[in-house]
């Protein structure tokens, strides 16, 4: 399995990267803190190398979340087909977590810091 995280925190990247490393070392992972260099490594990986699972956070500078799916969406039915979205933030807001539901392509809204059961919610 492949994931990406796409976060512009570099001290939630180390928890993140910790628990899966740790828990879930079968699983390769990509780490992009900018959601536009994300979108340019979706649109530039062969598709057999597409992640499986994107955590992406909401609140990142230049573009946030919310503008990335809004870019995503505009993306090959190969990656959006492929990749499940995760939105992984430390937004509680109420108006964030309706907008994430909403989207097509997001899977599940996960409030950080992450424990290690949602990781084992996901990846069984």
Not at 101 to 124: A, C, H, L, M, T
């Given at each position: 399995m492949k994931i990406l995280v796409i976060d512009d925190s570099d001290d939630d990247l180390y928890v993140t990267k910790r628990i899966i490393g740790k828990h879930y070392p079968q699983i390769e992972m990509k780490t992009i803190n900018m959601g536009e260099v994300a979108l340019d490594y979706l649109k530039s990986t062969e598709e057999v190398n597409l992640p499986d699972i994107i955590f992406l956070d909401i609140r990142m500078p230049v573009m946030d979340g919310f503008e990335f799916l809004a870019e995503y969406e505009k993306l090959p039915d190969g990656v959006t087909q492929r990749c499940k979205v995760y939105m992984l933030t430390s937004s509680e807001d109420k108006h964030d977590r309706k907008r994430a539901?909403?989207?097509?392509?997001?899977?599940?809204?996960?409030?950080?810091?992450?424990?290690?059961?949602?990781?084992?919610?996901?990846?069984?």
């Open positions: 539901e909403e989207n097509k392509f997001v899977v599940d809204y996960i409030v950080k810091p992450v424990q290690e059961e949602v990781f084992k919610g996901i990846f069984g």
